[in-house]
């Protein structure tokens, strides 16, 4: 497998990392916007959450067609590689850095949705989606 097809993954896998810890960022300002009862802010903050994540599909839909052009059985060791699994080690620095990205992105994914967790049970109680 080529590294520069590698390198290219792995700067979409950055891009998707900065807008996944925007996301982390704004849903925790929308809590503080909650906790102060402003309903105004999180209007806000809720559009501007869902343009991050317009941004970080982008990026999944250009991981898709970058592993789309290597064969069959290297787009799935990648696939691996880009969900933080080490069942298939890694055979070079590259492919290691893409190991580390993808539990990167997964820990913030996690954070996230803990937050996201606690506020929609606060406004939703037995109503949330995470009941």
Sequence with gaps: MEDSMLVEILKEMQKKYMFI???????????????????????MLLGMRQ??????????????CLLSALQPEEGSLVREWLNGSENRKP?????????????????ALNRTIEVDRHISMRLSGKDSFYQ
């Excluded at 991050?52 to 839909?61: F, H, L, Q, V």
């Excluded at 070079?92 to 990205?101: G, T």
């Design 21 to 43: 810890v925007e996301i982390e960022r704004i849903t925790r300002e929308m809590g503080d916007a909650l906790s102060r009862n402003d309903r105004e802010s999180v209007q």
């Design 51 to 64: 343009d991050e994540m317009n941004k970080a599909d982008g990026c999944i839909r250009n991981i898709e």
């Design 91 to 107: 055979d070079s620095p590259m492919a290691d850095r893409l190991v580390e990205k993808g539990k990167s992105i997964k820990l």
